[in-house]
């Protein structure tokens, strides 16, 4: 079965940081690119950070300096670090392989 489970969302005060998984199964892993998406209510998904295969990423100007995505193949695992968290990134996180196979989200509230 074809799946991505994310976890680790949260409530955190502003400054703060989290760890966000997201655990695949029925892919070849290795071979797709990862996203993590965020959705603020009221606002279009957007994209904000990407790691393909090789391990190239790339970040939305927003995050860049706060989040670090990475991934572990063996796992089958892909990572998004938030540090220095702001009320802004207060959304559902998705995490998508390959744009085709997305997951059902995490909230994540920034909020003192």
């Known amino acids: 079965q074809v799946q991505l489970v994310e976890s680790g969302g949260g409530l955190v005060q502003p400054g703060g940081s989290l760890r966000l998984s997201c655990a695949a199964s029925g892919i070849i892993f290795n071979t797709y690119t990862m996203h993590w998406y965020r959705q603020a209510p009221g606002e279009q998904r957007e994209l904000v950070a990407q790691i393909t295969s090789g391990g190239t990423t790339n970040y939305a100007n927003s995050v860049k300096g706060r989040f670090t995505i990475s991934r572990d193949n063996a796992k089958n695992t892909v990572y998004l670090e938030m540090n220095s968290l702001k009320p802004e990134d207060t959304a559902v996180y998705y995490c998508?392989?390959?744009?085709?196979?997305w997951g059902r989200g995490t909230q994540v509230t920034v909020s003192s």
């Open positions: 998508s392989a390959g744009g085709v196979v």
